[in-house]
C-alpha cells in the first residue's frame, strides 16, 4: 500500500552435494565448526510415554494417525513422494502391514515434532509440553556406562497444566532470574516457566510446578512467547534496550516491561513461600505494567519478533514522514523514538508495524486497582487473575467469571513484503537485531534487512525448516603482533569484532547448516537426523543492568540439538575466522595449511626426507601461534614419524621463533616448543639406555640374598617356602605386551603421559596400566639386569623428575610384575640397587632425619606395599625397603657416634628408628597375608563336587589395607567362603590344629575327608600344611569355633540361594554341631531357623495344607506316625 522494494538474492542450498560433517577433536579441532554434545537424557522415553499416551498404546490409534497425515501428505503435490498414476489400492493390500509397522516407528521417533519445547540458556531448565500435559526436566550429574562424569537430564517435575476445560499448552518459555544477593551478582536465581494456552491464558510457574501468576490478556489462543534480555550495546550510538516479554495474539501483540515483570515474579514467589510456611500471609506483589496492540490491515499472523526502540537518522526521518503525510509534510526537529515489531503470515507475508512512543500508555494488570479499591477477596481473585494460594471454592468462582480484558491500541501495518501465495511460517531475530530469518511453506528461508525492511538473501529447498542464530565474538589474543595491525579495528586497544552465523535445520534432509551472514557460503554441515529439534532461546538472562551484566557471567547457550533418537542434546560452536572471507583473513590461510599438512601425514606411502621438509615447510608458513602450536601437536601424534623427524621439526620452529624479533615472539608457544624437544630428547636418551645389552648370567646365591635382605639361614628358608607355595598356588593368566619385552614406549604415547612445567616434569594423571607401561620404559630393563640403574636415574633426575616420583614408577612396576620377578631372583639384588641410589639423593632421605620420627621417603613406600594385591612382589619389596633403610640408618649412625670409643667390654651400638618398626611392623603384616592369600587360592582337588558346580565368585585379590578394612570377622568370613567352594567337612578342619599336636607323623586323613574328594596324600597334605600356616598366623580370628559359625552361616546363605541342593543345609547343620561355645551355636542355629529356615518351611507347609495333602496318611504307618506326629 505504500512505496517499498524488494532486492532479492537468491541462493540455492545444495541438494545433491555431500555434506562434510566435522566433530570435535579432529585434526581442525578450533578451527572448523563442532557439534558438540553437553547434555544427554536419563529417562526420556518415561516423559513420551507421559505426553504421548497414543504411543504407549501402540496399535491402532498411532497407525491410523500415520494414515491419515501420510494420505495428507500424498495429496500435495510439492511434495517429493507422487502417488503413481493408474494404480489401484488392492495391489497395495499385502503391504498395509508393513508400512503400519514402519509408519508407527516413525511416530515413535517423530513425536517431539508435535511437543512444545523450550530450554533454559542457562541449561537448569527444560519444558516439553503437549497439549495438556508438561514435564520439566533439570540436569544432575551423574556417571555415564563408561564410569565419567556427565550431564544428564531428569524428569524434576511432571503433570498437567490446564486450569479451564479444553485448554491446551501452545507455546513455552524458561526464563532465567537474575539473584539478588551480592555472593551471586549477575547468576541466576531460578527459572520461571512461561506457558501460553489456547484459552488466552498465560501462566507463571516456578521449576516445580507451582503456579505464582496467570494472566488473561486477551481472549484469543496465545501464538507465540518471545523474550528479550538486557544487552550491554557494543557502540556508543546504539539505543539501549530494555527488557521485555512479548504475547502474540492472533490479532494483537501485547509487550510486558522486563522490570515489572521481574518484580511481579520476585513478590509472586515470595508469596508462594510465605504462604506455604505461615498460611495466611498476603502480600501482594506489584502490578505489572504492559501495552496492548491490535495489528491491523493483516489478514493471518503466525509468528513475530520484537526489535526494540529504534531512532531514525534524519534522511529515514524525512523519508518516513513524506511516505506518510506526503510532499508537505511538517518534520520535528528531533525524531521520535519507535518500537517495531515484525510479524509473518500472510497478506502481507511479512509486516511491519512502528508504535510511536508515548502514543499509548501503560496499561496496569488489575493488581494494582484490586488493591486500591480494598474490593472484597472473590473480586479480587477474579479481577486480578493470581492463581497459586487459593482455596477450591474461589478457584471455581476465578473459573466461571473471567477477568475484565483491557481494549488494544489499534496499529496499522505501515509496510510489508506482499506475495500472496506465500505463507510466513517462522520468523527469528539476529542476536545484534540488524537481521531475520523468515521460513515459509514453499520451503524457502528469507534473510531480511530489519532497517531497511528488505529480503537481502534467499535460500530453497528448506521445507519445515528450524532456524537459529550464532553469533561468535573475536578473540584478538589469538593473531601474532606484527599481524595484529593488518585491520582498522584489529588492534589490542580496539573493540572486538562480532560475526553473525544462521543455523538451518532441514528436517527432511536430516542435516543442520551454519551460513555465514550476510552474502557468506555456507561454512559448516552435519547429518543429526530427521526427528530433531533446533531451540534458539534469543535472550539471555532476566533482571541484569549496565551494571550487574559486566561481572561474572555463566556459560550460556545460544542454540541447541534436541535429538530423542539419541537422547542427547548437543550445541554448535563456529570460530570467528569463517566469517572472514579468503583473501583478507590470514585463518582461512592458515586452516588450508594445516588441511594440507594433515593430508601430507595421512599419505599411504611417506618419504621420509620429503615429508620432514615438506611439514617444515607448511608450518613455517603458518602465521597464528595457536594455529602453529595446533599443527605441532598433530605433528607429535603421528605415530608414523620416526623420533628423529620430531626432533628435527620441533628444533627448526624453536629456532626460527628465537630468531624473531622480541616483539613478536609468542613466548607461550616458544615455551610449548622447549618443553617438547626437552621430552623427545629424554625419550631419545631413555631408548639408548635401554638397548645397551647389558646381559648378567651369574645368579646370586642363597648366602647372597640373605645377607642382602639381612636375614638369617632360618628366615630366608621361611620366606622361600611362603614365597614357593604362593607361586604354586597362584595360577593368574599373565600378559605379555611387546613394550615390556623390547623396553620401549611410542613417542606419542610418551609425550601424553608427560607434561612440563619450567625445570620439572610431571606425569599427567593416569591409567594404572597406562602408568605401569610409563615405569616399565624407564626401568624394566634395570630390574631385568640388562641396562644401567645409575644411567637411568642419573639421566631421569636431570631431567626434573623428583626421587619421589621415580620411585612410585619403579615400585608400580614391580608390583605389577610379579611373576616375572618372582622367578628371577637376580631381580631382588637390582631392585636393591635402585633403591640404595635413590635413597641416597639428597632430596630424598636427609641427613638430618631424626630416627625417632617417620621419614615420608620410607612411608610412601610402605604404603604402596600396604595397597598392593601382588603380595609377593610386596613382601619382597618391603625386605628391600628394610634393609635399605637399615644401611641408611646405621650408617648416619656411624657418623653421629664416630667419636664414641667403646671399651673391650661394652656391647655394640644398634642403630634403631621408628622406621625400623614400621618395616617390622609391614613384614608381619605381609606375611600373613600372603598365607592367606596362598589359602583362598588353592584348590583341593581337580574333581568338581556339588559346591563348586554352582556359580560362586571367585576368590578376590587380599591386600593388607584391605584385612585391616574388614575387620574382625573378615578373614574367617573369606575362609569361610573358601571352605565352602572347595566343600570340606568339619572333621578336615581340625587336622590343622591336631597336625600342630602330633608332629610324630602326618595326620590320617582317611574317613575324614568327604567322600566326593579322593585326591592323592601330596595334594593333602600341601592342604593341610596350608591350613596349619593359617591357624598359626590367624590364631583368634580362625578359632575352630569361629571358622565352624561363619562355615555354618556360609552354607545355608547358599542353601537359601539354590533350594535345591539340600547337601548346603546338610553341611551347614554339621558345622553347627562342631561349635563348642553353647551359646554361640543356640544363637547362630536361632538365625539360620528365623532368617532362612522358617521361611521355606512355612511355603511348604502352607502348600500342603493347601492341597489338602495328609502326609502321616499317604507315607506313614502306625507307629511311624505315631513317631511323627510325637516330633
Not at 557494543?234 to 516491561?257: C, F, K
Not at 488489575?366 to 478457584?395: C, D, P, R
Request: glycine letters at 6%.
Amino acid at each position: 500500500r505504500l512505496g517499498f522494494r524488494v532486492e532479492l538474492a537468491v541462493r540455492s542450498g545444495s541438494r545433491a552435494g555431500g555434506c562434510q560433517v566435522r566433530e570435535a577433536g579432529g585434526p581442525l579441532g578450533a578451527m572448523a565448526c563442532a557439534l558438540v554434545p553437553f547434555c544427554s537424557f536419563q529417562d526420556l522415553e518415561s516423559a513420551r510415554d507421559f505426553l504421548c499416551s497414543h504411543l504407549r498404546q501402540g496399535g491402532a490409534s498411532a497407525g491410523a494417525g500415520v494414515k491419515e497425515s501420510s494420505g495428507d501428505k500424498a495429496a500435495n503435490w510439492e511434495d517429493d513422494s507422487w502417488g503413481a498414476w493408474g494404480e489401484g489400492g488392492e495391489m497395495q493390500e499385502p503391504e498395509e502391514e508393513e508400512e503400519d509397522e514402519s509408519a508407527s516407528k516413525i511416530q515413535a521417533s517423530s513425536w517431539l515434532q508435535d511437543c512444545v519445547v523450550s530450554l533454559s540458556p542457562t541449561n537448569d531448565l527444560m519444558v516439553i509440553a503437549r497439549e495438556q500435559k508438561a514435564v520439566f526436566f533439570v540436569p544432575k550429574w551423574k556417571q555415564s556406562e563408561k564410569g565419567k562424569e556427565e550431564m544428564q537430564y531428569a524428569v524434576g517435575w511432571s503433570g498437567s497444566l490446564n486450569v479451564e476445560e479444553g485448554e491446551c499448552v501452545s507455546s513455552a518459555l524458561c526464563i532465567p532470574l537474575a539473584s539478588q544477593k551480592r555472593s551471586s551478582t549477575g547468576r541466576p536465581d531460578w527459572t520461571c516457566i512461561v506457558v501460553g494456552f489456547t484459552s488466552g491464558y498465560v501462566r507463571f510457574y516456578t521449576e516445580n510446578g507451582v503456579l505464582l501468576l496467570a494472566q488473561l490478556l486477551n481472549e484469543d489462543p496465545v501464538l507465540q512467547l518471545k523474550c528479550r534480555t538486557y544487552e550491554i550495546p557494543r557502540h556508543p550510538g546504539v539505543t539501549e534496550q530494555n527488557e521485555e516479554m512479548s504475547i502474540l495474539y492472533p490479532s494483537a501483540v501485547v509487550t510486558i516491561d522486563g522490570f515489572s515483570l521481574f518484580q511481579s515474579l520476585r513478590a509472586c514467589r515470595n508469596q508462594v513461600a510465605r504462604a506455604a510456611a505461615s498460611g495466611n500471609e498476603n502480600v501482594q506483589p506489584p502490578p505489572l505494567a504492559y501495552k496492548k496492540w491490535g495489528l491491523q490491515d493483516v489478514d493471518t499472523i503466525v509468528d513475530h519478533v520484537s526489535i526494540g526502540i529504534m531512532t531514525l537518522s534524519p534522511f529515514d526521518q524525512m523519508k518516513t514522514a513524506s511516505n506518510i503525510g506526503g510532499f508537505n509534510a511538517a518534520i520535528k526537529n528531533s525524531p521520535p523514538a519507535m518500537s517495531q515489531y515484525i510479524t509473518v503470515g500472510s497478506n502481507p507475508f511479512t509486516g511491519f508495524f512502528y508504535a510511536l512512543e508515548g502514543s499509548s500508555q501503560p496499561l496496569l494488570s488489575h493488581v494494582a486497582l484490586a488493591v486500591a479499591s480494598k474490593l472484597t477477596s472473590a473480586l479480587f481473585n477474579a479481577a486480578s487473575g493470581w492463581l497459586g494460594w487459593k482455596h477450591k471454592q474461589e478457584e471455581e468462582s476465578v473459573q466461571k467469571q473471567k477477568p475484565k480484558v483491557e481494549p488494544a491500541t489499534p496499529l496499522a501495518v505501515r509496510f510489508g513484503i506482499p506475495d500472496s501465495r506465500r505463507h510466513g511460517e517462522r520468523i527469528c531475530l539476529s542476536p545484534c537485531n540488524t537481521l531475520a530469518a523468515v521460513t515459509d511453506d514453499f520451503g524457502r528461508v528469507l534473510l531480511l534487512d530489519v532497517a531497511r525492511g528488505l529480503a537481502i538473501r534467499m535460500w530453497k529447498g528448506y521445507r519445515d525448516a528450524q532456524i537459529g542464530w550464532i553469533q561468535t565474538v573475536e578473540d584478538l589474543h589469538e593473531r601474532e603482533a606484527e599481524k595484529m595491525d593488518f585491520s582498522p579495528v584489529g588492534s589490542s586497544q580496539g573493540p572486538s569484532r562480532v560475526a553473525q552465523f544462521l543455523v538451518i535445520y532441514a528436517p527432511r534432509r536430516g542435516i543442520l547448516e551454519v551460513w555465514s551472514t550476510q552474502q557468506g557460503p555456507r561454512v559448516g554441515a552435519f547429518n543429526v537426523g530427521k526427528y530433531c529439534r533446533l531451540l534458539y532461546p534469543g535472550y539471555k538472562i532476566m533482571g541484569l543492568n549496565n551494571v550487574t551484566s559486566q561481572g561474572w557471567q555463566p556459560q550460556t547457550y545460544q542454540i541447541c540439538l534436541v535429538d530423542p533418537v539419541s537422547r542427547t542434546v548437543k550445541t554448535v560452536h563456529v570460530p570467528f575466522h569463517l566469517a572472514l572471507s579468503d583473501k583478507k583473513s590470514e585463518r582461512a590461510k592458515d586452516m588450508h595449511l594445516v588441511k594440507k599438512l594433515a593430508v601430507m601425514l595421512k599419505a599411504k606411502t611417506l618419504n621420509l626426507d620429503m615429508v620432514e621438509a615438506g611439514v617444515k615447510e607448511l608450518i613455517l608458513d603458518i602465521k597464528y601461534p595457536a594455529t602453529k602450536k595446533q599443527a605441532l601437536e598433530s605433528i607429535l601424534a603421528n605415530e608414523r614419524l620416526p623420533l628423529s623427524s620430531l626432533t628435527t621439526i620441533t628444533q627448526t620452529l624453536m629456532d626460527t621463533l628465537r630468531n624473531q624479533e622480541g616483539e613478536c615472539v609468542d613466548e607461550g608457544l616458544l615455551q610449548f616448543c622447549a618443553n617438547k624437544l626437552k621430552l623427545l630428547q629424554l625419550h631419545e636418551s631413555v631408548s639408548k639406555i635401554n638397548h645397551l645389552d647389558m646381559q648378567s648370567d651369574l645368579v646370586p646365591s642363597d648366602n647372597d640374598l640373605a645377607k642382602l635382605l639381612r636375614l638369617d639361614e632360618r628366615e630366608f628358608a621361611r620366606l622361600q617356602m611362603l614365597l614357593e607355595n604362593y607361586k604354586l598356588q597362584d595360577t593368574r593368566l599373565s600378559v605379555h605386551f611387546a613394550e615390556d619385552k623390547d623396553g620401549t614406549l611410542p613417542v606419542k604415547t610418551f609425550l601424553e603421559h608427560l607434561e612440563c612445567e619450567k625445570d620439572t616434569i610431571e606425569v599427567k594423571k593416569l591409567e594404572e596400566s597406562e602408568y605401569v607401561a610409563l615405569g616399565s620404559f624407564f626401568f624394566w630393563k634395570c630390574l631385568r639386569g640388562e641396562s644401567s640403574t645409575e644411567e637411568m636415574c642419573d639421566i631421569l633426575v636431570s631431567a626434573g623428575f623428583s626421587p619421589q616420583r621415580l620411585l612410585s614408577l619403579l615400585l608400580s612396576v614391580w608390583l605389577s610384575k610379579e611373576k616375572d620377578i618372582l622367578h628371577r631372583t637376580q631381580s631382588v639384588c637390582c631392585l636393591h640397587a635402585a633403591l640404595s641410589l635413590l635413597s641416597k639423593m639428597t632430596v630424598a632421605v636427609d641427613e638430618l632425619w631424626d630416627s625417632q620420627s617417620v621419614s615420608p621417603w620410607w612411608q610412601q613406600m610402605r604404603t604402596a606395599c600396604v595397597q598392593s594385591e601382588n603380595n609377593g612382589a610386596a613382601l619382597l619389596s618391603a625386605y628391600i625397603g628394610h634393609s635399605v633403610t637399615a644401611q641408611i640408618t646405621d650408617s648416619i649412625a656411624e657418623k653421629k657416634f664416630s667419636q664414641i670409643t667403646v671399651g673391650a667390654d661394652t656391647d655394640p651400638w644398634e642403630a634403631l628408628s621408628l622406621d625400623t618398626e614400621y618395616w617390622k611392623l609391614l613384614l608381619k603384616q605381609l606375611e600373613d597375608c600372603l598365607i592367606l592369600q596362598t589359602l583362598l587360592h588353592s584348590k583341593v582337588g581337580k574333581k568338581r563336587s556339588q559346591a563348586s558346580s554352582v556359580q560362586t565368585e571367585p576368590p578376590g585379590r587380599l591386600s593388607v589395607k584391605k584385612l585391616l578394612e574388614g575387620g574382625k570377622g573378615g578373614i574367617a568370613d573369606s575362609v569361610a567362603k573358601w571352605v565352602f567352594k572347595q566343600d570340606l567337612s568339619p572333621p578336615f578342619l581340625r587336622l590343622g590344629w591336631k597336625k600342630e599336636e602330633s608332629e610324630e607323623g602326618p595326620p590320617e586323613t582317611g574317613g575324614i575327608i568327604v567322600a566326593e574328594v579322593e585326591e592323592d596324600q601330596t595334594e593333602l597334605e600341601t592342604i593341610l600344611e596350608l591350613l596349619h600356616l593359617a591357624y598359626q598366623q590367624f590364631p583368634c580370628s580362625l578359632e575352630l569355633g569361629i571358622l565352624h559359625a561363619h562355615c555354618c552361616w556360609e552354607y545355608v546363605v547358599q542353601w537359601n540361594k539354590y533350594p535345591e541342593e539340600a547337601h548346603f543345609l546338610t553341611r551347614s547343620i554339621d558345622h553347627l554341631r562342631c561349635i563348642d561355645n553353647a551359646h554361640v551355636q543356640h544363637g547362630i542355629a536361632l538365625m539360620m531357623w528365623n532368617t532362612f529356615i522358617v521361611k521355606r518351611l512355612s511355603a511348604a507347609t502352607y502348600l500342603m495344607d493347601k492341597v489338602n495333602i495328609r502326609i502321616s496318611h499317604l507315607f506313614l504307618s502306625g507307629g511311624e506316625r505315631t513317631e511323627a506326629l510325637h516330633f
